[in-house]
């Protein structure tokens, strides 16, 4: 476009404002903001499990409108809240969001003009190599033999084994043994091993390793609470017999509600042990991330606010920031509010409206906003100093071939 459009400045009627149709070079600024409304959505939006599971799975009807709005509310309100929290999650020199890092290197190699080493390569030369051979690699495991993932050595000396099958399975037990020849696989325990600062990647290790080599197999070959009934290893729910849930059962279909006495006379719900461990474990880390924040970062966050509510405001930005804030003005703050104001009152709307079909009450909304500004900061500073997301918990390939019910 800026090769071809014309450049001569258009002038619009009455006023003295002049524009052109020529948008200038295509810049790095321009890049980084496409790249953040990509990714928006890019991630994968959440609520759409929701919709999917209303509609597929119990296979009633949902108005169009409402799932959008849910949608839509679900992703803005974290705009709101990115806003409430910029001075200690943006502004502030210790939150240094690892993975933006690794964005910043690869726009830098995208747009900064570089003259090639002799025998050398550019950093761009360098990208597409990498990008073009991982691609073409990626076909091998990712469809054409997909079992390159995880070659589970255990399982094919002991056929017949199950102890052998649960322990050195590498897609549906414990992986010992197992060998996978996808990058994919083998970093999917920890995200972008390439973004994660060294001390993060052995926490995590440690923690896997205690919970799937020690704590699982512990439950599991004592048969703590029948364990032995369920897979060792598997998303699936179950009832007392062993059998898979059957939800239908424990449903009143005329209400979209649990029947307690039909639940009361078929079973309670179980999970397999490494299910049960990660949710107990989910749990146990969100309230971890309080006393970590308030042990390791706590100090730093009241200097903080002391200076944000005191005279010397702009005294604890780092170099950066400080340069950045002399050319550029910050977005006020206000844009933010009115963002998590509107998109609040949208989500009160699509859950009370509707004939109520999201079956959330207004009081559950506020509920939820509550939690969620209350674990922000804390998540939100793990994450800019780790890279580890609160809400990631499982191995990507985890669900393969599972459902999540
Ligand atoms: C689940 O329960 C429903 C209702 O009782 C029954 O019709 C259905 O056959 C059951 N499904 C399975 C897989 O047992």
Redesign the pocket.
């Known amino acids: 476009m800026a090769a071809t459009l014309p450049s001569k400045p258009i002038r619009v009627p009455l006023t003295k404002w002049t524009f052109s149709m020529n948008p200038g070079p295509f810049n790095l600024k321009e890049h980084v903001l496409i790249t953040i409304f990509a990714n928006c959505g890019a991630g994968g939006v959440y609520a759409v499990y929701i919709i999917t599971i209303v509609k597929a799975f119990y296979k009633r009807k949902l108005n169009p409108l409402a799932a959008m709005l849910l949608a839509q509310t679900t992703q803005l309100l974290g705009y709101g809240w990115a806003g409430l929290f910029r001075k200690y999650l943006v502004d502030s020199p210790f939150m240094w969001w690892p993975a933006n890092l690794v964005q910043v290197s690869l726009f830098r190699a995208l747009h900064e003009k570089e003259k090639r080493p002799k025998g050398g390569l550019t950093r761009l030369q360098f990208f597409f190599m990498v990008f073009a051979s991982s691609f073409a690699y990626y076909v091998v495991p990712g469809y054409l033999f997909p079992t390159l993932s995880a070659l589970s050595f255990v399982c094919w000396i002991w056929k017949n084994s199950v102890t052998a099958q649960q322990i050195g399975a590498g897609l549906n037990g414990l992986g010992i043994g197992s060998f996978g020849l996808d990058w994919s696989t083998v970093a999917s325990f920890l995200g972008s091993p390439l973004a994660s600062p060294v001390f993060a990647i052995i926490n995590v290790l440690a923690g896997f390793i205690l919970n799937l080599y020690v704590l699982v197999p512990i439950a599991y070959w004592t048969n703590t609470y029948e364990a032995k009934r369920f897979p060792i290893f598997s998303s699936h729910t179950f009832d007392s017999t062993g059998?898979?849930y059957?939800i239908?059962?424990i449903l009143n279909e005329a209400t979209f509600d649990l029947d307690h006495d039909a639940f009361n006379s078929y079973s309670k719900l179980y999970l397999s042990p490494f299910f049960a461990f990660n949710y107990g474990l989910s749990f146990a880390t969100l309230t971890a991330t309080i006393s970590h924040v308030a042990l390791f970062d706590g100090s730093d966050i009241w200097q903080m606010w002391k200076r944000t509510t005191s005279a010397a405001r702009d005294k604890f930005a780092d170099v950066h920031t400080r340069l950045m804030k002399k050319h550029y003005e910050a977005v006020p703050q206000w844009w933010f509010h009115i963002i998590l104001v509107a998109t609040v009152a949208l989500s009160i709307y699509a859950c009370e409206g509707f004939d109520k079909q999201l079956q959330l009450p207004w009081w559950g909304i506020l509920l939820a906003c509550a939690i969620a500004l209350f674990f922000t900061l804390p998540i939100g500073i793990i994450q800019a100093t780790t890279n580890q997301a609160y809400l990631h918990q499982f191995p990507s390939g985890f669900f393969r071939g599972n459902s999540l019910r």
Do not use: L, T, V
């Open positions: 059998q898979p059957n239908s059962r």
